[in-house]
């Protein structure tokens, strides 16, 4: 039974910073892409990043979208079974559940194409 697991969420001040995490099991990590996905209050699910298997022959390991450049960090752990989003100079717009998700294989920027998905973290960003 696959799991995903996030965790790290709550209220912060603008410009403050979180560290999300999900923790996996019940499937081969390592051979999985990752994902981040938000979703504010009254909109859409929208990507945030996603990262690639190790030891990909991808142009890039790791992309995210132009709101979370130089803001926000997605990495992998294959050793932990955990993929993290670092979450830097956060704004009341960040405000959103973030959700991970997993693919096997190649990442994609479609949420539709991901199978495995967590419960999703509250993050509040106050002004």
């Known amino acids: 039974q696959v799991q995903l697991v996030e965790s790290g969420g709550g209220l912060v001040q603008e410009g403050g910073s979180l560290k999300l995490s999900c923790v996996t099991s019940?499937?081969?990590?390592?051979?999985?892409?990752m994902a981040w996905f938000r979703q504010p209050p009254g909109k859409e699910r929208e990507l945030v990043a996603y990262i690639n298997r190790s030891g990909t022959d991808r142009p890039y390991l790791a992309y995210h979208v132009p709101f979370a450049q130089g803001r926000f960090e997605i990495a992998r752990d294959d050793a932990k079974n955990t993929a993290s989003l670092q979450l830097d100079r956060l704004e009341p717009d960040d405000t959103a559940i973030y959700y991970c998700?997993?693919?096997?294989?190649?990442?994609?920027?479609?949420?539709?194409?991901?199978?495995?998905w967590g419960q999703g973290t509250q993050v509040t960003v106050s002004s």
């Open positions: 019940g499937l081969f990590f390592s051979g999985y892409a």
């Open positions: 998700a997993a693919r096997e294989s190649w990442a994609s920027d479609r949420s539709r194409d991901y199978p495995y």
